[in-house]
């Protein structure tokens, strides 16, 4: 029921004072412009690694792969990201058995995008991601996003290339297979906000320094408390067709537990 009047009122609010939104708009044209809708249509291949530490002498380290494919379905447009991950811990906590050795890690499913008669005077992408589970990591978990980015509409004095910010809620519910009488080790069930500040800096024409895009700030609406890390990575195009990134995170806010710094980087091949 509260769906439903949830989506009444945004109907209600976006046909009955659409001015309302043109005019929000217009006043913010003169310093930012919407680029929400500008889709890129390369299928995009990424190899990830990351190297976490957890606290208390334990680590993570995790290979991911992660592929971007353009999304269009009649007159919606929007992209398609599909992201999978091996994951090896090791550490006092660790059994000496299973240290070091890389496992199944999870699966995410991620897309978003926008359709003309969607919210159009917002200017939003909306979409969700489902997390599937594999070996002794994670849990089954899917929730809706919804984010937007704006450039500069004039050059400043700080070189702002986009800010980009990102909402998403994760719901995580349990399966017969990942049971916590299978895997009593497994994390609580998520019900979190992950909340994604992205900024973009433009050093040099094939250079950006990007803040929050890697990741995010996350709040525990089960049982409250917040992670607030401090994210930045460098990423440097080298041909049309080659991307290198490297990044570090580190937490500076953490009453809901997630890690205690994290080091990253990437290779991504457009084509």
């Not at 660790?94 to 003309?116: C, E, K, R, S, V």
């Not at 998520?190 to 992205?198: D, E, S």
């Amino acid at each position: 029921m509260y769906r439903h009047l949830l989506l009444i009122s945004l109907l209600t609010i976006t046909n009955i004072y659409p001015s309302f939104a043109a005019e929000d708009e217009d006043r913010y044209s003169a310093y930012f412009q919407n680029i929400s809708g500008e889709y890129s249509r390369s299928h995009i291949l990424e190899f990830w690694g990351y190297h976490n530490s957890q606290g208390a002498g334990n680590y993570d380290d995790t290979l991911r792969l992660r592929y971007y494919q353009p999304l269009d379905f009649d007159n919606f447009r929007g992209t398609l990201r599909l992201d999978t991950a091996y994951v090896a811990a090791y550490g006092p906590s660790i059994p000496a058995d299973t240290a070091h050795q890389y496992q199944a890690g999870n699966t995410m499913l991620t897309f978003w995008g926008n359709h003309p008669g969607l919210l159009p005077h917002w200017g939003v992408n909306v979409g969700g991601r489902i997390v599937f589970p594999f070996g002794n990591h994670g849990q089954w978990a899917i929730g809706p996003q919804i984010g937007s980015s704006y450039r500069p509409a004039k050059q400043g004095l700080i070189p702002l290339a986009d800010f980009s910010p990102l909402f998403r809620y994760m719901y995580g519910f349990d399966s017969k297979k990942n049971s916590f009488q299978n895997n009593p080790n497994q994390p609580p069930l998520a019900r979190n906000l992950q909340i994604y500040p992205t900024l973009g800096f433009q050093i040099t024409p094939n250079t950006q320094i990007r803040m929050w895009d890697e990741n995010g700030m996350v709040y525990n609406s089960a049982g409250g408390g917040w992670f607030v890390p401090i994210d930045a990575m460098v990423t440097h195009r080298l041909t049309k067709y080659l991307l290198l990134a490297v990044g570090a995170s580190k937490q500076v806010v953490q009453t809901y537990n997630q890690y205690d710094w994290s080091l990253y980087g990437k290779v991504s091949l457009n084509f």
